[in-house]
Nanobody, 124 residues
Framework: QRQLVESGGGLVQAGDSLRLSCAAS????????MGWFRQAPGKEREFVAV??????YVADSMKGRFSISRDNTKTTVYLHMNSLKPEDTAVYYC???????????????????WGQGTQVTVSS
């Protein structure tokens, strides 16, 4: 099994930048994809970004502000968030899976490991 631990969340002001990290441990040799979802209060969980091997994909609504990257070992994934807006306030969850995904069609259930989430709060 894989274990995922997120870090980097916090309280920032609108326009600020933040980088979230997610480190995988355990059965990491079969980790093909790592990504992020988020869930804002009262809203459904939504896809944010995924990286499969060295192929990143960011949801259209966040392109230009968010980017995703992985370290050389492919066991840590980062979500780089710029020009943050109050509507980006959410709990951000890291996910990992054994299959590649190259679009936002990946659903929460497509992955087989999920982090506990890290809170990002953007004040206006």
């Amino acid at each position: 099994q894989r274990q995922l631990v997120e870090s980097g969340g916090g309280l920032v002001q609108a326009g600020d930048s933040l980088r979230l990290s997610c480190a995988a441990s355990g059965r990491t040799f079969s980790t093909i994809s790592m990504g992020w979802f988020r869930q804002a209060p009262g809203k459904e969980r939504e896809f944010v970004a995924v990286s499969s091997w060295d192929n990143p994909y960011v949801a259209d609504s966040m392109k230009g502000r968010f980017s995703i990257s992985r370290d050389n070992t492919k066991t840590t994934v980062y979500l780089h968030m710029n020009s943050l807006k109050p509507e980006d306030t959410a709990v951000y969850y890291c996910v990992a899976g054994s299959r590649p995904y190259y679009s936002g069609s990946a659903s929460w259930a497509d992955f087989d490991a999920w982090g506990q989430g890290t809170q990002v709060t953007v004040s206006s």
